[in-house]
């Protein structure tokens, strides 16, 4: 295995994975021991509960003493017998059992095997700039290891780099409190960790108004609340000033060919509505405007408004 971006890769292999070489010893009922991954042909078989070992090739075994007669302690465990002692086998460390199962421990995090973060290449989470943790040290949990995401990133990856991703807003970035001092709601368009300065502050409802990576300018027209005031009458809302600190000051103005003095807060009195005194109410119930154009009788009309 291996991988590398713009450069040669370093490639592994432990040979005891491949199932001729494993086979060959779980057959003579040996352990399959590769020292190194990076090196080819260079595993080997050695004896459980005996002396002896061969290069990519069953062992002769020698089960003396101790060992020949209490070996299978050592090899139910996965550990070989030496002397009177059961021991850890690479990349297990630990200390031997004396007639006895040793205690053999692994951290994937730290050693280099098969199943370990670093197969030969180099720890896969640290060179992503992440930290390796080992779910359980026990020799006989494989694989548990997970790479974490730097802070303020978030992410876990189970046996693999993770996908570390960064929500600007929250509370570590300061980005949202920059927006909640002002009233306003943090939004991070993109939480990838390599999208950065990407969030904005949005005004409140009913305000309007948004800036990225800033403080928005929020604005108000209070025509949006008003505006059935100045419709019911046939004519047009209007907020002179959209500033959110600005209330109050929105008014109604007639439509020609109506006129009149624009009214703040309230319809306005327009002159030569005609018709419209009483038809306006059928116009406006359709979201247009009532015009009287002459003072003929009849000729009152219901225009779309732009």
Not at 7 to 24: F, R
Not at 31 to 58: F, I, K, S, Y
Not at 67 to 73: F, K, Q
Not at 258 to 267: D, L, N
């Amino acid at each position: 295995s291996g991988v590398a971006t713009g450069k040669a890769a370093g490639c592994t292999l432990d040979e005891c994975i491949v199932e001729e070489n494993h086979g060959t010893c779980a057959f003579a009922g040996q352990n399959c021991v590769d020292p190194n991954p990076r090196a080819a042909n260079d595993w080997r078989c050695e004896c459980a509960g005996a002396e002896g070992a061969a290069l990519m090739a069953a062992a002769v075994c020698t089960a003396d003493g101790w060992c020949g007669a209490h070996g299978h302690v050592c090899a139910a465990a996965g550990q070989r017998c030496r002397g009177t002692r059961c021991e850890c086998i690479a990349p297990e460390v630990g200390q031997a059992g004396e007639q006895a199962a040793g205690v053999c421990e692994l951290d994937e995090c730290a050693a280099v095997c098969a199943t370990c973060a670093d197969r030969g290449q180099g720890n896969v989470c640290e060179e992503a700039g992440q930290v390796c943790e080992e779910g359980s040290t026990a020799a006989d949990a494989r694989g548990d290891w997970v790479c974490a995401c730097a802070r303020p990133a978030f992410g876990r990856g189970a046996a693999r780099v993770a996908t570390c991703t960064i929500d600007e807003c929250d509370a570590v970035s300061g980005a949202g409190r920059v927006c909640a001092a002002q009233g306003q709601t943090c939004r991070d368009t993109s939480t990838a960790a390599s999208s950065m300065g990407d969030w904005w502050c949005v005004c409140p409802a009913p305000q309007a108004g948004k800036a990225a990576a800033a403080v928005a300018v929020c604005r108000l027209d209070e025509c949006g609340a008003y505006a059935g005031v100045c419709s019911a009458r046939a004519q047009t809302c209007f907020d002179a000033d959209t500033a959110a600190a600005s209330l109050g000051d929105w008014r109604c103005e007639c439509v020609a060919p109506s006129r009149g003095v624009p009214t703040v807060g309230a319809a306005a009195r327009c002159v030569g509505e005609g018709e419209c005194e009483a038809a306006g109410a059928e116009c406006a119930a359709h979201g247009q405007v009532c015009v009287d154009p002459t003072d003929a009788a009849g000729d009152w009309e219901c225009r779309c408004v732009p």
